[in-house]
């Protein structure tokens, strides 16, 4: 049965919610932590390395323990809900850091907020989209289905990105501590909302029921499916270049473009960033289908990444002052972006019918687990990145002095160095290790579909 309206609109809204608070908690929680509470920047990134460290091991269990849930709501919406309550909570403890705490105090608060954080929201995004396989029969149906979702999480991270600073600044009235915690305070009770509103709305149509697996069965599993591991490798390369830039955009229009009044550059470039890249899911993408393949459009939006980056370069060497003419890159890293996440989702997705055939098993919740570790591991590395940049370019822990930041070359060279050619040669090893390992392309999938199926070939 068709999937209908409603059950679109949902799933849709409950994708906006989840990323609005990722996009949150990835962009900004190092600079909330660094440059507002002065937390030492090496040493956040510590911590945002480790919490990610300690996801290879809880990802996959919880996708354990989804595949193993038998309720009657099913075994994807119990999860759904319970994860987004809790990580809602976290994140409203993690944005509120009490005034009273300072040094070490501080950094063990980071540190245990963020690890909480981690694993709530793991608890929510696996069963979210475990649920693509589970309710849509492949083909077309499940390529738009996850164009929408991809879209609807495009739209929420665009959202935090365009209006974050702008509400910190007013919901706090100066104070950017107590604008954060307001904020996200708003950005929770959303997400609490949305989700609900999906759980009650969406059903499993199409889940196999197997016996429940081993965690040993289940690695074992999930290292047999080289289609898997080929596309995960290249989510965390792609997401990992991405991250780097979201964490540094902000540094760059602080300390490198630099004014009074440099977070009104900043939103309005991440509102143009934003725009586009809503734009590219759900109009660039489904135009360029129409004339080409889905790999097709993969090595388009590689190429259109890595002309944005090189164009970004350049004009930042060039001491470009207009954030206008930023623009030019932005719209076609932007643009990129946008296009490769929905179609890695589609991928991976596609990797659950292989692994079914390969393996005997449909392990929806195992596979869409590493999605969930590796984007969260690109965050921590690119992290990890961004505050060695911040230390080493001296633009760490007394970031009130603009002006002194501005008048040392050294420091914006390294900045500008690290936001754009990282991002270009992770991008470059991306697309060449996917070229050499994936091979599911749309006839081999309606191959494997038909041989699932038990249709004669």
Not at 92 to 119: E, I, K, N, Q, R
Not at 236 to 253: A, D, H, P, Q, R
Request: aromatic letters at 12%; proline letters at 2%; charged letters at 15%.
């Amino acid at each position: 049965m068709k999937l209908s309206a409603t059950e679109k609109v949902s799933y849709g809204l409950g994708a906006v919610g989840k990323d609005m608070v990722y996009m949150l908690s990835a962009s900004y929680i190092l600079y909330y932590y660094q440059d507002i509470l002065g937390v030492s920047a090496i040493a956040m990134g510590v911590i945002l390395m480790a919490a990610r460290v300690f996801d290879a091991f809880n990802d996959p269990i919880m996708g354990v323990v989804v595949a193993k849930t038998r309720t009657r709501w099913g075994k994807f919406r119990p999860w759904l809900l319970i994860g987004t309550v809790l990580n809602a909570v976290i994140l409203c403890v993690m944005f509120a850091a009490p005034p009273a705490l300072d040094g070490g105090g501080l950094v063990a608060y980071a540190a245990a907020t963020y690890v909480l954080w981690g694993v709530t929201y793991t608890m929510m995004d696996i069963p979210f989209w475990s649920m693509i396989p589970a309710f849509t029969e492949g083909g077309r149906e499940r390529e738009g289905l996850t164009t929408l979702a991809r879209s609807c999480a495009g739209v929420g991270s665009a959202l935090v990105t365009i209006v974050t600073m702008k509400c910190v600044i007013l919901l706090g009235q100066g104070n950017e501590r107590e604008g954060f915690k307001w904020f996200a305070l708003i950005l929770a009770a959303l997400f609490v909302l949305f989700t609900l509103i999906a759980c009650l709305t969406i059903k499993e149509k199409s889940t196999v029921n197997v016996d429940s697996p081993s965690v040993g069965q289940m690695f074992k599993a999930l290292l047999q499916n080289d289609q898997a591991m080929a596309v995960v490798i290249t989510i965390v390369l792609i997401n990992c270049s991405l991250y780097i830039t979201s964490n540094l955009v902000i540094y760059f229009f602080k300390y490198d473009f630099g004014g009074e009044t440099w977070y009104d550059s900043y939103t309005l470039f991440n509102t143009f960033g934003g725009a586009i890249q809503i734009l590219s899911m759900m109009i660039f993408f489904p135009l360029l289908r129409k004339f080409l393949s889905a790999m097709q459009v993969f090595y388009v939006s590689f190429a259109m990444a890595i002309a944005g980056y090189a164009a970004l370069f350049v004009l930042t060497f060039m001491g470009a002052r207009s954030v206008v003419l930023l623009f030019i890159p932005g719209f076609f890293v932007f643009a990129a972006f946008g296009m490769l996440t929905v179609l890695t989702t589609v991928f991976l997705a596609n990797t659950v019918d292989y692994g079914q055939l390969k393996n005997g098993r449909r392990d929806e919740s195992v596979i869409f687990s590493m999605q969930t570790f590796v984007v969260k591991l690109a965050s921590g590395v690119a992290a990890l990145i961004a505050s060695i940049c911040l230390t080493v370019c001296h633009l760490s822990n007394d970031t009130s002095n603009v002006q002194a930041a501005l008048g040392a070359e050294s420091s914006v060279l390294g900045l500008r160095i690290t936001m754009t050619v990282f991002p270009i040669v992770g991008m470059l090893v991306a697309v060449f290790l996917f070229h050499k390992k994936y091979i599911l392309t749309e006839d081999k999938i309606q191959e494997i579909s038909r041989q699932i199926k038990g249709e004669k070939l």
